[in-house]
């Protein structure tokens, strides 16, 4: 109320800058929490890479989209990248020198002239740097992570497994070794849960890695507040160890949920939204209208993994021996090396026209949504977790790299709300899980799913845990303006 009253006194509301990481999971999740200030009548300035801003169709009609949020603005900051550079997450650190080179002096230009002046940076916690520019022009920077909380509390406790020699794991060592020195998950977190970059056959190209996310994160200890997508009812004792190192925390997801909710109180509808930074194929809803209730799995490894095409053969086998139907999110991009249709067995041609469908990029939490899907084979992305967890759609994980090797953890051993496929993906495998998630032993995950799904849903109505945070938040970010 004092800020309240105050902000009247001052009359101009207070001015936000959020920059993300450059990279689908990173802006979609930054964009949802934009949102969410931006029609609680902040203003917001949104950082985007040339790139992202003007190659992808999303944003070339945002003047129309944001009519409703007059707050809201989008600027341009350069990634450092040459114009055809892929941009895929192989290629992280690669971003994060250039990022460092280039964007780092455009931001603190773009930041010393912007007007009306900022009053809080929030930033990727991915992208330290910004703490050192918000020390410098003194403004305060809340970092927000777009991982689970359960991986964020691995990264930190990393130099303590480097100094106790618990990584490298992997070699000839038993994987299956638990590992104790991370607090409150000493009984289940194995060697092969730790994030890829621990493996010892990850070291040598990713050593670097290691240190850069272990830096990260100890330093975001020493932001204004440190935002994270999640709700308590999911992650709450792993926060409790994460609170007695970082003094303030929000958790305010699962973000896409809580923008449902606030568009919804303003009598907004979701496609209102701004959404992803790729063209939808919206044919697959049709598909997925013609389908048996929960007769389907969906099946999609996010934006940026890759799989070689021995990978790609053994998924598809999977499903088609499965007999189950499936619906596939194949990106142009994501078979390493060269790939065409005529690549593709006879068999696995039929099988797919009888019982399958694959897009190119699909509107992902529509098809969660949809009453036809009842399974997600998912590489275990933290956003596609939190949308399958809000949509009550049971999982197979298949993680690929970064935090989605303890993702699938949770989801199998503490969430029960799915199976881990980490490490034995073949298409005897992927078959036998599918069935499994699908019919034989459904019963195991479907409750517990539908109950994690209510506790979201919860955690973002009013007087959720989750939608008081974001009050909290914003009553924060008003007062540094004052
Ligand atoms: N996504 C989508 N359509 C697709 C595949 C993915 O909209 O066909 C979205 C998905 O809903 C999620 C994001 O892309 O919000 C992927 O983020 P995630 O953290 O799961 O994985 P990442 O891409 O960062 O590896």
Redesign the pocket.
């Known amino acids: 109320k004092c800020a309240a009253r105050l902000m009247e006194d001052k009359k101009q509301p207070p001015h936000v800058v959020i920059f993300p990481l450059p ?4 802006v ?2 930054m964009l949802q929490l934009a949102e969410l200030l931006a029609l609680s009548g902040l203003k917001v300035t949104f950082l985007n890479s040339p790139h992202n801003h003007n190659h992808l169709p999303q944003f070339a009609d945002v003047p129309a989209r944001f009519t409703k949020f007059p707050g809201f603005e989008f600027r341009t900051v350069p990634d450092g990248l040459a114009d055809d550079h892929p941009r895929t ?1 192989r290629f992280l650190l690669e971003m994060l020198d250039g990022m460092i080179v280039k964007t780092k002096p455009s931001l603190r230009d773009l930041l010393v002239d912007i007007n009306p002046s900022v009053d809080c940076i929030i930033g990727d916690g991915i992208l330290g740097y910004l703490l050192d520019i918000g020390e410098e022009l003194e403004i305060p920077v809340i970092q927000f992570r ?1 991982i689970s909380a359960c991986c964020l509390w691995v990264y930190y406790r990393i130099p303590d497994l480097i100094g106790a020699g618990e990584i490298p794991v992997g070699g000839n060592e038993d994987m299956d070794r638990l590992i104790k020195m991370v607090e409150g998950m000493e009984n289940f977190l194995r060697g092969r849960d730790l994030p890829s970059f621990c493996r010892a056959k990850n070291l040598e190209v990713e050593g670097t890695r290691v240190q850069t996310f272990a830096q990260e994160t100890r330093r975001s200890a020493t932001a204004h507040a440190l935002i994270l997508n999640t709700f308590e009812d999911l992650e709450g004792p792993i926060l409790s160890h994460i609170r007695t190192k970082f003094p303030k925390i929000y958790t305010i997801g699962p973000l ?1 949920a809580h923008l449902r909710t606030k568009l919804s109180e303003k009598n907004l509808v979701s496609s209102d939204s701004l ?2 930074i ?1 063209e ?2 919206r044919s697959c809803i049709s598909w997925l209208d013609q389908q048996a209730m929960h007769s389907v799995v969906y099946v ?6 890759g799989l070689t095409r021995e990978q790609l053969l053994e998924v598809w086998y999977g499903l088609v021996k499965s007999k189950v139907r499936f619906l596939w ?1 194949v ?1 142009p991009d994501s078979v390493l090396g060269h790939w065409g249709d005529e690549d593709v067995p006879v068999e696995l041609m039929e099988g797919t026209e009888e019982r399958g469908y694959l ?7 529509e ?2 949504d949809h009453w036809a899907v009842g399974g997600f084979l ?10 399958s967890v809000v949509a009550g759609v049971p999982m197979i994980c298949w993680p ?3 935090d ?1 090797h303890v993702n699938s953890r949770y989801v199998s051993e503490v969430w029960k709300i799915g199976l881990d496929m980490k490490d034995f993906c073949d298409r005897h495998v992927v078959e036998k899980l599918v069935n499994d998630l699908m019919e034989e032993k459904r019963e195991e995950f479907v409750g517990s799913a539908r109950t994690m799904a209510k506790l979201a849903k919860e955690s973002v109505s009013f007087g959720g845990s989750s939608y008081c945070n974001l009050d909290s938040l914003i009553e924060d970010i008003k007062l540094m303006s004052l």
């Open positions: 990279l689908q999971g990173h979609n999740s997450g777009t896409h959404n992803g790729r939808v194929d999609s490894f996010g934006s940026i993994a999110v990106r897009v190119d990029w699909a509107p992902q939490e098809v969660l998912t590489h275990s992305g933290w956003n596609s977790t939190l949308e690929q790299f970064a989605q």
